[in-house]
């Protein structure tokens, strides 16, 4: 464990304990999407190269324009 780690769960330690059980659940819940999201991107890195290939043969094509924020 990290010395900021450590900090941080002695400082969490002197909470009441309903709050250092939402501080808890909420650490958990972004532990857990973060584990998620590695997942989904491990899965899909293919996917996500083909796109970008694709993207910028079009760009390198002359089929792309310049995005217009003021026209969203």
């Known amino acids: 464990m990290t010395e ?9 330690a002197k909470l009441p304990d309903d709050e250092q ?19 989904a991107f491990a899965t899909s890195a293919d996917a996500l190269a083909k796109l970008a290939h694709e993207a910028l043969a079009e760009f390198h094509a002359g089929e792309t324009e310049e995005l217009d924020p003021d026209a969203l």
Do not use: H
């Open 4 to 12: 900021l780690l450590e900090q941080a769960f002695s400082e969490a």
């Open 21 to 39: 059980d939402a501080l808890a659940k909420w650490m958990l819940q972004i532990i857990e999407s973060e584990r998620e999201w590695d997942a």
